[in-house]
């Protein structure tokens, strides 16, 4: 169901705002995205929690689940991530992580991750790996603001494939 557990940044420091920046410097939303996977990876799902965008008790039951169970997860796996592209539109971003795993590391898959504006301050939807779901419980306005973002993040990663293929030339 969470895919997203496999995001995980290894190594970066803390940089959203009640973790290390100054209440009024704007924080990029990949940054706040290694963020997020830094705090589940370091046990700290109370810290990693108020970087989910939640409003809604069903939100914050299913944010509180998936967080738990990320820290479990992560604690014995080595996964490294990088956020390789942020597209972003006014108060709406997707950013395209590429995952490599120390046990594989000739493979990596690119995934996406949404993120939204609340306030002054980016923020992972409930289920950020698609915004479409009925657990972030999005207006037509924002589900319809995510889709060229979401296009543009498909072409990205179809560039990405592309360029990883096998040259048949050879």
């Known amino acids: 169901m969470y895919r997203i557990l496999l995001l995980v ?8 705002p009640g973790i290390g920046y100054a ?16 705090l589940v990876q370091s ?26 169970f990320a820290i479990t997860f992560f604690s014995g796996e080595r996964i490294t991530n990088t956020v390789l592209e942020t597209f972003e ?3 709406y971003a997707v950013c395209a992580i590429v995952q490599i795993s120390s046990n594989k590391p000739d493979m990596h898959e690119i995934e996406k991750a949404f993120l939204m504006l609340d306030g002054e301050y980016w923020r992972l939807l409930p289920q950020p790996q698609d915004h479409r779901s009925s657990l972030n419980n999005l207006a037509p306005e924002d589900l ?8 543009q993040f498909l072409e990205f990663k179809a560039r990405d494939k592309e360029l990883r293929a096998p040259n048949k030339e050879q």
């Not at 939303?29 to 996977?37: I, P, R, S």
């Not at 319809?144 to 296009?151: I, M, N, S, W």
């Open 89 to 91: 539109s006014g108060s």
């Open 144 to 151: 319809a603001a995510f889709d060229p973002l979401e296009k």
């Open 23 to 38: 209440e009024s410097e704007k924080i990029p939303a990949g940054t706040v995205l290694q963020d997020f996977f830094n």
């Open 9 to 16: 940044v290894l190594g970066c420091t803390f940089l959203t």
């Open 43 to 68: 046990g700290q799902g109370d810290e990693a929690e108020k970087l989910v965008l939640i409003q809604t008790p069903d939100q914050e039951r299913a944010v509180k689940e998936f967080i738990k």
